[in-house]
């Protein structure tokens, strides 16, 4: 697959990297079905949505760091990192891992929609959750603030902001990555996915080239 992790960003080097954010699309609704189908009590055991939600975040991460340092976990977001000399010109490395990694979570939601071990009218709703990538490359400097360590840039902002995206409404509730154009000239992307565009008041114009996944996997004929 790709040649090696990633390495870490600390030491206060300033340097260009690659910067994903694998996102669960339709986390909030999902979540809001199991608190109303468990009447809001987690006084006691775990609501089996809950536990649905962390097998799909670690099937995210343990794909995803196969090729970036996982930064954090943000809610239904799994955030990335890997420096841009381990994956500059790997573009279509990068794009059969995002593809494998969605395998990985599409398997675990399979599973748990159709899971007969407990009672929610909420978790069969799993089948509609869905995952989307953000890639954008450019520099980031590592903060250290109440007690932790966290990367702060432009760039940064740039590849939150594009995770609220009108990409769905071009090709349907599918399986995406958006890849910026700087990461997609830098991965040696650039021209070969479809062109997009997105505004955001404090950052801007951003393109990207947009690129879908695969929803099932194709066997070859024996």
Request: with cysteine; charged share 20%; net charge negative.
């Amino acid at each position: 697959m790709l040649d090696q992790p990633a390495t870490d960003t600390g030491g206060g080097e300033v340097a260009p990297h690659y910067f994903v954010l694998a996102d669960i699309s339709g986390y909030t609704s999902f979540l809001n079905g199991v608190e109303r189908a468990h009447q809001v009590d987690l006084s006691g055991l775990m609501p089996a949505g809950y536990e649905i939600l962390g097998e799909l975040l670690d099937a995210v991460s343990d794909g995803v760091q196969l090729a970036f340092d996982i930064e954090k976990v943000e809610g239904d977001a799994v955030f990335a990192v890997a420096s841009a000399d381990t994956l500059d010109q790997q573009g279509t490395s990068v794009l059969a891992l995002l593809q494998e990694t969605y395998d990985a979570f599409r398997d675990v939601r399979e599973r748990a929609k159709s899971s007969t071990d407990h009672v929610c009218t909420a978790c069969p709703v799993v089948g509609n959750l869905e995952l989307k990538y953000v890639i954008h490359r450019g520099t980031a400097v590592r903060l250290r603030a109440g007690g932790h360590a966290d990367l702060h840039s432009p760039a940064v902002n740039v590849v939150h902001r594009l995770l609220k995206n009108g990409v769905h409404g071009r090709i349907g509730f599918r399986p995406y990555a958006l890849v910026t154009d700087a990461a997609a000239t830098g991965l040696g992307l650039a021209g070969t996915g479809l062109a997009h565009e997105e505004t955001y008041a404090d950052v801007g114009t951003v393109g990207g080239e947009i690129f879908e996944l695969a929803t099932k996997r194709h066997s070859t004929p024996g």
